[in-house]
């Protein structure tokens, strides 16, 4: 992004105008965790409430009718954001939800549910569940459940110690008796990017199923799902500039039209009688209850304001911002988990600092008004496989300018010293 783009963006977030800690400037760098809203989607929020305000489908009414093309164009532009037909995008409350209505999907077809056109999701004790060890506890605990549940094994790619996957063994991990892989596009803790194409090829090579968690590529750099050839992906709305309780599962067409429903109740239904159902066809089967629908719109806005930035503009933001960042590992004493360069990876940035818990870190960059994260981030495997229980945590969004990162940088520099480990 330009410095005049970038100004432009920055005046769009009416958050980041705010003070923090006694009137300085807030540095917002915690954007992985969820991001700021610019005021498009507020208004479009509000407007919603205020205009247009009704419960989505079958309603006789103007306001019904109007919410409902609300809520299908929203869908419509998050299709097109991530390269998708809008049949094919399913609303959630969240990705950690979304991942779950599939993870849940293949217990219901092992219990016979969905009949011969689910068998694609049918486990057999012995079948084997494959996810990586750089997983966020949304994309690895479903999938212990769904083994649990089901006698199916998981197993794990892991993750070597540059922060990216080991593909050394990969063909041993993925074999005949792989049903699923299940894979982060972006670690929410490395900023590595996952090598997708190799993946997918692994998974197709035996007939598994492939569900990317999307949650941290989706904000930040172009997605095109039919290209990268995934059958499933999930993603958040808060992490990409629109509101909470909205999120969007993916699904291929022939996929979502053969899995059988995990939340069930009014809404996703054609037929009832006292002894039975019949489903509506995807993408309402998996849309039961009353819909979220103003934050799908809000979502749906968020979608077209960051379709309308340019996607490959915000990534090559991201890689300088990522630059500029992973300059902490010349501070003495600071240790980044992750890749050192700027290949094949987002500005996330995890880091310890000797001799200094990681709470510490964030208060004394919080009393600057330095906003990171501390902890380990849902992703308690990955920490352990660094020997560290937490880290600290800087992350960029579009929003996020070079000063910030250096500002951040200065005050890194100035935390063994404050905390007398030098
Ligand atoms: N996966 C990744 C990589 C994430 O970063 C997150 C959010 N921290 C999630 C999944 C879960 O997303 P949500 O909490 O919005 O459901």
Same mark, same amino acid.
């Given at each position: #992004?330009?410095?005049?783009?970038?100004?432009?963006?920055?005046?769009?977030?009416? #958050?980041?105008?705010?003070?923090?800690?006694?009137?300085?400037?807030?540095?917002? /760098?915690?954007?992985?965790?969820?991001?700021?809203?610019?005021?498009?989607?507020?208004?479009?929020?509000?407007?919603?409430?205020?205009?247009?305000?009704?419960?989505?489908?079958?309603?006789?009414?103007?306001?019904?009718? &109007?919410?409902?093309?609300?809520? *299908?164009?929203?869908?419509a532009a998050v299709a097109e954001f991530v390269g998708a037909d809008e049949g094919e995008i399913v609303w959630q409350p969240g990705a950690t939800a979304a991942i779950n209505v599939v993870a849940y999907a293949f217990s219901n077809a092992t219990l016979g549910r969905g009949g011969e056109a689910a068998a694609r999701f049918r486990l057999a004790p012995g079948d084997e569940i494959v996810v990586t060890e750089a997983e966020h506890h949304a994309n690895l605990v479903p999938w212990q459940e769904l083994a649990a549940r089901t006698g199916a094994v998981l197993r794990w790619i892991p993750v070597a110690d540059d922060g990216r996957l080991d593909l050394s063994t990969l063909d041993e991990v993925v074999t005949e008796r +792989?049903?699923?892989?299940?894979?982060?596009?972006?670690?929410?803790?490395?900023?590595?990017? !996952?090598?997708? @194409?190799? /993946?997918?090829?692994? @998974?197709?090579?035996?007939? !598994?199923? +492939?569900?990317?968690?999307?949650?941290?590529?989706?904000?930040? =750099?172009?997605?095109?799902?039919?290209?990268?050839?995934?059958?499933? @992906? !999930?993603?958040?709305?808060?992490?990409? /500039?629109?509101?909470?309780?909205?999120?969007?599962?993916?699904?291929?067409?022939?996929?979502?039209?053969?899995?059988?429903?995990?939340?069930?109740?009014?809404?996703?239904?054609?037929?009832? +009688? =006292? &002894?039975?159902?019949?489903? @509506?066809?995807?993408?309402?089967?998996?849309?039961?209850?009353?819909?979220?629908?103003?934050?799908?719109?809000?979502?749906?806005?968020?979608?077209?304001?960051?379709? *309308?930035?340019?996607?490959?503009?915000?990534?090559?933001? &991201? +890689? &300088?911002?990522?630059?500029? =960042?992973?300059?902490?590992?010349?501070?003495?004493?600071?240790?980044v988990i992750g890749p050192l360069d700027t290949a094949d990876r987002l500005a996330v940035v995890s880091f310890v600092v000797d001799g200094v818990h990681a709470h510490d870190v964030g208060q004394v960059l919080d009393d600057k008004g330095i906003a990171v994260r501390v902890g380990h981030h849902c992703a308690q495997p990955l920490h352990r496989r660094f020997g560290v229980a937490a880290t600290a945590r800087a992350s960029a969004s579009v929003y996020t300018t070079v000063e910030e990162v250096v500002a951040f940088r200065e005050a890194l520099a100035g935390v063994r010293a404050f905390f007398g480990a030098e």
């Open positions: #992004l330009s410095t005049t783009e970038l100004a432009a963006v920055r005046a769009d977030f009416p #958050l980041l105008e705010r003070t923090v800690r006694g009137g300085q400037p807030l540095v917002y /760098l915690d954007s992985a965790a969820t991001s700021q809203k610019p005021q498009v989607v507020l208004d479009t929020e509000v407007d919603f409430y205020e205009q247009r305000n009704a419960a989505v489908h079958r309603g006789a009414h103007q306001l019904a009718e &109007e919410a409902t093309e609300a809520f *299908e164009q929203a869908r +792989t049903k699923v892989l299940a894979f982060g596009h972006v670690s929410n803790v490395t900023g590595a990017i !996952a090598p997708v @194409a190799t /993946l997918v090829a692994a @998974a197709k090579r035996v007939g !598994a199923l +492939t569900v990317l968690d999307a949650c941290q590529s989706v904000p930040n =750099m172009p997605v095109d799902l039919h290209a990268l050839d995934v059958d499933f @992906a !999930a993603f958040s709305g808060h992490k990409m /500039l629109g509101p909470t309780g909205v999120g969007a599962l993916y699904g291929r067409r022939e996929l979502l039209e053969a899995m059988p429903p995990t939340v069930t109740g009014g809404s996703m239904v054609e037929v009832v +009688t =006292m &002894e039975s159902t019949t489903y @509506a066809p995807p993408p309402q089967r998996f849309e039961a209850g009353t819909q979220m629908v103003a934050q799908t719109v809000g979502m749906g806005c968020a979608a077209q304001y960051l379709g *309308e930035l340019g996607m490959a503009g915000v990534a090559r933001h &991201e +890689t &300088e911002l990522a630059a500029e =960042m992973l300059k902490i590992a010349d501070i003495p004493g600071v240790r």
